[in-house]
């Protein structure tokens, strides 16, 4: 952690440009393409996605490098153009790849940075979050942790400014999780954002089987029980069981793998973007 109590860049220049210009240039692109993408095409038993719709209350999008998951997060963050004023902080939970954890560890840093500057963190959330059992300092949880920090590019051309509330996720229930959220979920100004990935070096088609599968429970609120689906298995299922308790819809807007994005397919991993919207929404 630097001196300013700022947790700086980790995975820029490798996952993302390391340049503000660059940076700017590309996650804008990205958002232009898959605003003006035609939606995909719904799978046999999933909703269907429409162009348009509410606010989403929450989103889950994946963190690999822009090159691979960059179009697959866009297709999630193009979402919230016309919401962005409405938008003051975000909860964004993601896995601790690196370091192990028992539940949700948050930084001392009262800012996280970018190359396109600095977000401050909501202290005083934070706070309140370290009052449940399972919510603890761990800032080794973040200072490498990419998982994150791939989403704020993308959160900062959109919503501009707004405060933070990170959380590195390690072993935790469902419940635990969900704890953490229903103590944050405040109103329009809150948007929630999960960070995953869906399976991990498969065959092209076999990828695609299992990505299905998922995506396919992930839409009907039914529990990850296999870590393998997905990276954030539990974050995810933390949303699934607030989404059960709140009667949130939730809509698939992509379903990829690195195969399509980057062109390897004999070992891909898969990328997915969910919208959760609230009760009474389109």
Not at 13 to 28: H, K
Not at 51 to 78: D, E, N, Q, R
Not at 97 to 123: K, M, W, Y
Not at 141 to 170: M, N, S, Y
Request: hydrophobic share 45%.
């Amino acid at each position: 952690m630097s001196s300013t109590n700022t947790r700086p860049t980790a995975v820029a220049g490798m996952f993302y440009p390391g340049t503000a210009d660059t940076l700017t240039r590309d996650v804008d692109a990205l958002l232009a393409d898959a605003a003006d993408a035609v939606p995909p095409v719904p799978q046999k038993g999933f909703p269907s996605v429409t162009p348009t719709f509410a606010a989403p209350k929450a989103l889950i999008v994946p963190h690999a490098g822009y090159i691979y998951s960059g179009p697959i997060a866009a297709s999630a963050y193009a979402q919230l153009a016309t919401h962005a004023d409405r938008i003051e902080r975000v909860v964004l939970l993601g896995p601790s790849h690196r370091v192990p954890l028992r539940g949700l560890g948050v930084p001392h840093a009262t800012a996280f940075e970018t190359p396109l500057g600095s977000i401050p963190l909501d202290t005083a959330a934070i706070a309140a979050a370290l009052r449940l059992a399972r919510v603890s300092y761990h800032d080794a949880a973040h200072a490498d942790e990419h998982a994150l920090e791939v989403q704020l590019p993308f959160l900062q051309r959109i919503l501009g400014k707004f405060h933070l509330i990170p959380f590195a996720v390690g072993y935790a229930t469902p419940d635990e999780v969900a704890d953490v959220l229903e103590l944050l979920w405040g109103g329009p100004e809150t948007l929630v954002v999960v960070s995953s990935d869906l399976s991990h070096y498969h065959p092209y088609t076999d990828a695609q089987r299992r990505d299905r599968a998922t995506a396919d429970d992930i839409l009907h609120l039914r529990l990850l029980l296999d870590n393998d689906k997905a990276c954030g298995a539990a974050p995810i299922n933390g949303l699934i069981e607030v989404a059960q308790r709140r009667g949130l819809r939730p809509l698939l807007l992509d379903l990829r793998n690195s195969g399509d994005t980057a062109g390897d397919k004999s070992r891909v991993v898969g990328y997915a973007s969910f919208a959760f919207v609230e009760p009474g929404h389109a």
